[in-house]
């Protein structure tokens, strides 16, 4: 009687496989809980990349990564394993661009193979700061008229019209500057906060002349054209 009670004992537990343990919860790192996200990288004006850190878990061969833009009520997935992640011993990286000046909510869910079990995360929100438009510099004024080493004859006129061109990244040119004079190193602003890229000015005959443009910004940056030398003649 004995002999047959062993043996079942033997069937029913002998035979039995090793229960299979759930994937653990990830620990969240990155961005922080209620953050403003300032470390995220501007990619465009309305957008920025944005870098989700958690620590590895237990008993886990993939992740998905779950964000859900709250105002748009946009949820954001990607379910990733070994070949799309950065990750080092501990802990797990991943880029996503998303739209600035929102707010969102994000978790990680862990999976595995030999689990139909997955399981979530605690949930963190945090909110993306919107980019500053950049300011540019405005490039310097290229000196059209007259040209380098030219000579202008004063015959018909002494009045002579001096024109240049500007271009500016973000579209801002206030106005200009308008330098003249007979010595290099002591040229004179004739032309004041001009604000159309040209400028009359009478000349004398027989003359060197030396001009150049600085141009001003709506930001108050500027840029200096360079010099430019012409000549005068009857």
Known sequence: ?????????????GC????IPDPSPVKLLTPTNGNNCESAIPVNLIESK???????????DKYELVVKNSSQNKIYTEELDGSDIENDIQNIYYNM???T???YTWHVLSKSISSP?????????FYLEGNVEPDYIPQPSNLNYPENESTLSLEESD???FSWSSKDED???DYYHFYLGQEIENLLKIGDEIKQSTYEQKLEINKIYYWKIMTFDTQGNSSDSGINKFYTVP
């Open 1 to 13: 009687m004995r002999l047959r009670i062993f043996l079942l004992y033997l069937l029913i537990f």
């Open 16 to 19: 039995s496989k090793d229960s």
């Open 50 to 60: 944005v870098n989700f850190s958690w620590v590895k878990s237990e008993n886990t």
């Open 97 to 99: 661009v998303l739209l």
């Open 101 to 103: 000046s929102e707010t």
């Open 117 to 125: 079990v997955s399981t979530q995360s605690d949930v963190w929100q």
């Open 159 to 161: 009045l002579i019209k």
């Open 171 to 173: 579209n801002n040119v």
